[in-house]
């Protein structure tokens, strides 16, 4: 297996939104400018949702209006309803990526609507932005695919329930959310694989956290199952609001580090990646969990100790 | 696959031996019993090594003669050389872990002996225990057998060298170390197989350090090439000197948690094991890179939010 990986960079949308400061917008484009100069397939630029709700994020115009388009990269919109739709259009979005949950609990705290009332309004949604923006990608990004931290565990069934009338829709692609970093390895592959057998029209992303621990790991049954589109956060941004020192996103250059050793293209200047990375902890103001940056890359090598050889 | 995964606990040696401050005896000993107390196969206690090389375990004769053993957990000792050996069975450890480095460098700057030299002393020494110490298991752990940090690649037609030797030797086990984090979860699989392949009599045990974040992809990656036993550090102890800030061997309550997860049976008590792990950081006066102490189990299900359900 050599296929090719294609990574989704998030850090400025699931990454920023859940930073303890504001950053300046400029920081904002300048982080999505080098970003998009290293490789990477796509850059989830921002988000279209309330400014109460995400502060973080309010100026999704501004930074939309002030990026570099690069050829060859897809700026990514985060798009939970019909007012978000139309920002990203707006803002001339390469994708929509409209956002529900796979659980009740989850989709009522985060966005006010069950599962089902998001797939309702998305059906005029889809159809709004074929009719206006024929050229735009739309995405569906399913939170709490793998579990939901207030409800539990999400049966396989439901979710391939949901995708059901996701693809009704005729989305482009759905991306299968490991919001809170419950997934495992087995589990990751079984829907995997089931997604990718029963969707063959639609382009499957996986998008884990690096809560517990297996991110890399999730990542790697998820290819292992097929998946080629992987959500990731430099330095491993992002994180889980109920878990305080818990780790992010799946860490973007660990990710790229770990395909390129096993021998994969990912498309990604690593190099180039990590030299972003290594901007984070002073323009944050805080250590980030990604851990290439810190040990380099494997193929580093260090100087002998004194005396020897 | 849902073949038993048995845990050889390193903490005591691996995660001690580089802490920045001295462990008292007494705090090692009630250390080792609380781990031997969670259902771990095996405990790696202490090393028999030059107290000027590794002060921190300069204890290792009161450590030995003061834990408390419990029937069903193997007390390793890590020996490097006869004196060691020696100092190992006057301790009377269950299973003696000879220690070489796949590289000639790691091995010179590590033991002051080369590979070939190693294995020169382990001829009359794994003799010396058969005789003084039959029921003793020996097992010999490889360091750098994935890559060395000063050497760069180890080629796996090296790695197979040494093991031929070993196995010639008529030691119980071999552990395949990645010492450093250098082990991509392709070449784990690869020379996993290689080795569960041609050394049918040996028990092969995975050594992983989570120093580039692939630590359980790594373990995730062995398991799935027949790998049933791995050494691993609570809390993620442990680290490589040459990486400041980067993580240290792969975290035991993490693994465990992983594979409970997938329905692998690891025989621990992943509630108990978490519960030694939350006293390092005041045991040890520093935050650990363990994530599953942190966040939770994967099942871990939070309150509502206000006004929600």
Same mark, same amino acid.
């Given at each position: 297996?050599?296929?090719?990986?294609?990574?989704?960079?998030?850090?400025? &949308?699931?990454?920023?939104? /859940?930073?303890?400061? %504001?950053?300046?917008?400029?920081?904002?484009?300048?982080?999505?400018?080098?970003?998009?100069?290293?490789?990477?397939?796509?850059?989830?630029?921002?988000?279209?949702? !309330?400014?109460?709700?995400?502060?973080?994020?309010?100026?999704?115009?501004?930074?939309?209006?002030?990026?570099?388009?690069?050829?060859?990269?897809?700026?990514?919109?985060?798009?939970?309803?019909?007012?978000?739709?139309?920002?990203? @259009?707006?803002?001339?979005?390469?994708?929509?990526?409209?956002?529900? !949950?796979?659980?009740?609990?989850?989709?009522?705290?985060?966005? &006010?609507?069950?599962? %089902?009332?998001?797939?309702?309004?998305?059906?005029?949604?889809?159809?709004?932005?074929?009719?206006?923006?024929?050229?735009? &990608?739309?995405?569906?990004? @399913?939170?709490?695919?793998?579990?939901?931290?207030?409800?539990?565990?999400?049966?396989?069934?439901?979710?391939?329930?949901?995708?059901?009338?996701?693809?009704?829709?005729? =989305?482009?692609? =759905?991306?299968?959310? *490991?919001?809170? +970093?419950?997934?495992?390895?087995?589990?990751?592959?079984?829907?995997?694989?089931?997604? /990718?057998?029963?969707?063959?029209?639609?382009?499957?992303?996986? $998008?884990?956290?690096?809560?517990?621990?297996? +991110?890399?790991?999730?990542? @790697?049954?998820? %290819?292992?199952?097929?998946? $080629?589109?992987?959500?990731?956060?430099?330095?491993? @941004?992002?994180?889980?609001?109920?878990?305080?020192?818990?780790?992010?996103?799946?860490?973007?250059? *660990?990710?790229?580090?770990?395909?390129?050793?096993?021998?994969?293209?990912?498309? =990604?200047?690593?190099?180039?990646?990590?030299? =972003?990375?290594?901007?984070?902890?002073?323009?944050? +103001?805080? *250590?980030?969990?990604?851990?290439?940056?810190?040990?380099?890359?494997?193929?580093? &090598?260090?100087?002998?100790?004194?005396?020897?050889?």
């Amino acid at each position: 297996m050599t296929s090719r990986v294609h990574l989704n960079e998030v850090a400025p &949308r699931d990454g920023l939104q /859940i930073e303890p400061r %504001w950053l300046p917008t400029a920081d904002k484009i300048a982080l999505i400018d080098a970003l998009s100069a290293t490789g990477v397939a796509a850059v989830e630029a921002t988000s279209f949702t !309330s400014p109460k709700a995400i502060p973080n994020l309010a100026d999704a115009h501004e930074v939309m209006a002030g990026i570099q388009r690069r050829a060859g990269v897809r700026y990514v919109a985060l798009v939970p309803n019909q007012r978000g739709a139309e920002g990203a @259009l707006t803002g001339h979005a390469d994708e929509i990526n409209l956002v529900m !949950s796979a659980s009740d609990s989850h989709g009522l705290a985060n966005l &006010r609507m069950t599962p %089902w009332q998001s797939l309702e309004r998305f059906t005029p949604l889809v159809a709004m932005i074929r009719e206006r923006a024929p050229a735009v &990608r739309i995405n569906a990004s @399913l939170s709490t695919a793998f579990g939901c931290p207030f409800d539990g565990a999400v049966p396989e069934s439901r979710v391939l329930e949901i995708i059901d009338r996701l693809a009704a829709l005729d =989305v482009d692609g =759905v991306t299968l959310c *490991d919001t809170t +970093g419950m997934a495992n390895p087995r589990q990751v592959g079984a829907l995997c694989e089931a997604v /990718i057998a029963r969707y063959p029209m639609l382009t499957p992303t996986l $998008h884990v956290h690096n809560t517990r621990g297996m +991110g890399l790991a999730n990542v @790697l049954a998820g %290819w292992q199952a097929g998946i $080629h589109h992987f959500d990731a956060a430099l330095g491993g @941004l992002g994180g889980c609001p109920f878990a305080p020192g818990a780790s992010g996103n799946v860490c973007s250059e *660990d990710l790229v580090h770990m395909f390129e050793e096993m021998g994969v293209d990912t498309g =990604v200047d690593l190099d180039a990646l990590i030299r =972003v990375a290594e901007t984070l902890p002073d323009l944050l +103001g805080h *250590d980030v969990p990604g851990q290439v940056v810190k040990a380099g890359r494997g193929g580093r &090598r260090y100087p002998l100790p004194p005396g020897i050889g």
